[in-house]
């Protein structure tokens, strides 16, 4: 006979685990913060001691009303009409954001959009909490009330993004960042698959409490409107391809966005910045006459532009430097070419200012190799992790080819130089940026046995396997998270999945073991 304390334990233990109320935490923006690190700093619930007791939330995968090719992001203590919830947000490719409720999976709300082409943007959190921003197929950032949906219109909402949706899309993350008390929306641009059409990349700063906005374009920068097909710029592409979208050092107070396919000519006095890193005030400016603050263009740029092997296939990666290292403050950027190129954000060429070509402080091919060049390369946004044991700065990146993590030191003149500490064969399918929480690396790939598409759980030190999940379905762009004692990810069968720990085994014990 089952007693009414089993069946309860037994209820709950099949529905997995909310994690505690103090453990409640947010992951607002693509890789969680706008530096877009992919680390969590506020989990706690999953240790490396316990990772592998991770179970699926949703037996199989809740269903979606529409397929997501982006990562969610996460909003706990949503107050909304059918009580309080943590809340998924999740954009689709056809337009329409969702909530979905984290706990089952359910959608609370949704809106959608009008248009014909697809995004890949990830959504981002409003500081206050309170609204959730989408891109949408109209060209328009949107601005949503957290609890029901419903849209704010008004001070300048929706804004314009692009005027050219037929050959434009916001396919990055929307980055949300603070600077001298204002809050910035940083959304980029770039084209559709084939490079068809007169496309431009832009990146468009909003002031989130004015509503003004500022576009700086990464060709014919001198001129800073959106280009219509009336007055239009006769340089093409450059588009910002990143799934990050801009990148934010709060260090040295700028944008960092990278571009791929398009013309470079600054170095000899032109306005148009292919296959570059340009750092951008957090308010979309840059220095005056169409230059950039700063700017990194590697030596071989024609031949990644002729070649299609963007070097901002990436978006940039802010790492943190050793003490007593000669850089203050140091990039990644990670290219289709399958090159990490560490980057002095103070002197960006080391030749003082925009404009110039190479300086790089590093570069080296990704440990893993390029197995399949020039197909099979390197789209997945790295993970940077300090390991609080030594504070020691960790960058982990994925390829078709695997995963590598590699550790940043100083050489004799001490200046940083990244050192390959580990490599897994076939670890990612190229499709997952890797994240990090609680000292334990998740990525979603190839399952642990070698076949299927699983999220595995590395230690981050060796790259050993410590769990991985049941299969999901196949993967594109879409990358998972870690908040609040649960993994999530979605997949390109328009599905959500959730793994977290047993109830039992976390808040919950009703002292009975059978």
């Given at each position: 006979?089952?007693?009414?304390?089993?069946?309860?334990?037994?209820?709950?233990?099949?529905?997995?685990?909310?994690?505690?109320?103090?453990?409640?935490?947010?992951?607002?923006?693509?890789?969680?913060?706008?530096?877009?690190?992919?680390?969590?700093?506020?989990?706690?619930?999953?240790?490396?001691?316990?990772?592998?007791?991770?179970?699926?939330?949703?037996?199989?995968?809740?269903?979606?009303?529409?397929?997501?090719?982006?990562?969610?992001?996460?909003?706990?203590?949503?107050?909304?009409?059918?009580?309080?919830?943590?809340?998924?947000?999740?954009?689709?490719?056809?337009?329409?954001?969702?909530?979905?409720?984290?706990?089952?999976?359910?959608?609370?709300?949704?809106?959608?959009?009008?248009?014909?082409?697809?995004?890949?943007?990830?959504?981002?959190?409003?500081?206050?909490?309170?609204?959730?921003?989408?891109?949408g197929l109209d060209g328009k950032a949107h601005k949503y009330r957290v609890g029901d949906g419903g849209e704010i219109t008004g001070g300048g909402w929706p804004q314009t993004i692009?005027?050219?949706?037929?050959?434009?899309?916001?396919?990055?993350?929307?980055?949300?960042?603070?600077?001298?008390?204002?809050?910035?929306?940083?959304?980029?641009?770039?084209?559709?698959?084939?490079?068809?059409?007169?496309?431009?990349?832009?990146?468009?700063?909003?002031?989130?409490?004015?509503?003004?906005?500022?576009?700086?374009?990464?060709?014919?920068?001198?001129?800073?409107?959106?280009?219509?097909?009336?007055?239009?710029?006769?340089?093409?592409?450059?588009?910002?391809?990143?799934?990050?979208?801009?990148?934010?050092?709060?260090?040295?107070?700028?944008?960092?966005?990278?571009?791929?396919?398009?013309?470079?000519n600054a170095n000899a006095g032109g306005r148009n910045w292919g296959d570059s890193v340009l750092a951008l005030a957090a308010d979309g400016s840059g220095a005056g006459n169409g230059?950039?603050?700063?700017?990194?263009?590697?030596?071989?740029?024609?031949?990644?532009?002729?070649?299609?092997?963007?070097?901002?296939?990436?978006?940039?990666?802010?790492?943190?430097?050793?003490?007593?290292?000669?850089?203050?403050?140091?990039?990644?950027?990670?290219?289709?070419?399958?090159?990490?190129?560490?980057?002095?954000?103070?002197?960006?060429?080391?030749?003082?200012?925009?404009?110039?070509?190479?300086?790089?402080?590093?570069?080296?091919?990704?440990?893993?190799?390029?197995?399949?060049?020039?197909?099979?390369?390197?789209?997945?946004?790295?993970?940077?992790?300090?390991?609080?044991?030594?504070?020691?700065?960790?960058?982990?990146?994925?390829?078709?080819?695997?995963?590598?993590?590699?550790?940043?030191?100083?050489?004799?003149?001490?200046?940083?130089?990244?050192?390959?500490?580990?490599?897994?064969?076939?670890?990612?399918?190229?499709?997952?940026?890797?994240?990090?929480?609680?000292?334990?690396?998740?990525?979603?790939?190839?399952?642990?046995?070698?076949?299927?598409?699983?999220?595995?759980?590395?230690?981050?030190?060796?790259?050993?396997?410590?769990?991985?999940?049941?299969?999901?379905?196949?993967?594109?762009?879409?990358?998972?998270?870690?908040?609040?004692?649960?993994?999530?990810?979605?997949?390109?069968?328009?599905?959500?999945?959730?793994?977290?720990?047993?109830?039992?085994?976390?808040?919950?014990?009703?002292?009975?073991?059978?």
């Amino acid at each position: 006979m089952t007693t009414p304390a089993h069946s309860l334990r037994s209820a709950l233990l099949l529905g997995l685990a909310a994690p505690l109320a103090a453990q409640a935490a947010d992951w607002p923006q693509f890789g969680y913060d706008a530096a877009h690190s992919g680390f969590n700093p506020a989990e706690s619930a999953i240790t490396t001691a316990n990772v592998a007791q991770l179970q699926s939330a949703y037996p199989k995968g809740a269903a979606l009303p529409a397929s997501v090719d982006s990562a969610p992001v996460y909003l706990s203590g949503v107050a909304t009409a059918n009580g309080t919830r943590n809340l998924l947000f999740l954009l689709s490719k056809n337009g329409r954001v969702m909530a979905v409720d984290a706990n089952d999976g359910s959608v609370a709300w949704s809106n959608t959009t009008s248009g014909t082409q697809p995004t890949t943007a990830s959504p981002a959190i409003d500081p206050g909490r309170q609204f959730v921003y989408a891109y949408g197929l109209d060209g328009k950032a949107h601005k949503y009330r957290v609890g029901d949906g419903g849209e704010i219109t008004g001070g300048g909402w929706p804004q314009t993004i692009s005027l050219k949706t037929n050959v434009e899309k916001g396919a990055g993350g929307f980055t949300v960042a603070a600077s001298g008390g204002t809050h910035y929306l940083a959304v980029v641009t770039d084209g559709y698959i084939g490079d068809g059409g007169n496309y431009q990349g832009h990146l468009v700063s909003i002031d989130l409490a004015s509503g003004a906005q500022k576009v700086f374009n990464t060709v014919c920068s001198d001129q800073t409107v959106h280009f219509d097909d009336t007055t239009d710029c006769p340089a093409l592409r450059s588009g910002i391809w990143g799934r990050a979208g801009a990148t934010f050092d709060a260090a040295t107070n700028r944008f960092y966005i990278a571009t791929g396919n398009g013309q470079f000519n600054a170095n000899a006095g032109g306005r148009n910045w292919g296959d570059s890193v340009l750092a951008l005030a957090a308010d979309g400016s840059g220095a005056g006459n169409g230059l950039p603050h700063d700017s990194y263009t590697p030596s071989t740029y024609q031949h990644l532009e002729d070649g299609d092997i963007d070097l901002g296939s990436v978006s940039p990666a802010i790492v943190p430097v050793p003490a007593g290292s000669a850089i203050a403050h140091l990039g990644l950027q990670a290219g289709k070419d399958g090159v990490l190129r560490l980057i002095d954000l103070d002197d960006m060429s080391g030749q003082g200012g925009a404009g110039h070509v190479g300086g790089e402080v590093q570069a080296l091919d990704a440990p893993q190799g390029r197995n399949g060049y020039p197909n099979d390369l390197m789209r997945e946004q790295p993970a940077v992790w300090v390991d609080p044991a030594d504070h020691s700065t960790w960058v982990f990146v994925g390829n078709g080819s695997g995963m590598s993590g590699l550790q940043l030191g100083l050489d004799g003149a001490n200046r940083p130089m990244l050192t390959a500490r580990w490599t897994k064969a076939g670890a990612s399918n190229g499709s997952s940026s890797p994240v990090v929480a609680n000292g334990v690396l998740f990525n979603a790939g190839v399952c642990a046995s070698g076949s299927g598409v699983c999220v595995n759980a590395r230690n981050p030190h060796t790259g050993d396997v410590l769990w991985s999940s049941p299969a999901i379905g196949p993967l594109h762009w879409q990358s998972p998270i870690v908040v609040d004692g649960a993994v999530y990810v979605t997949d390109n069968n328009a599905k959500l999945w959730k793994f977290a720990l047993p109830l039992g085994d976390t808040i919950f014990d009703d002292g009975f073991d059978g």
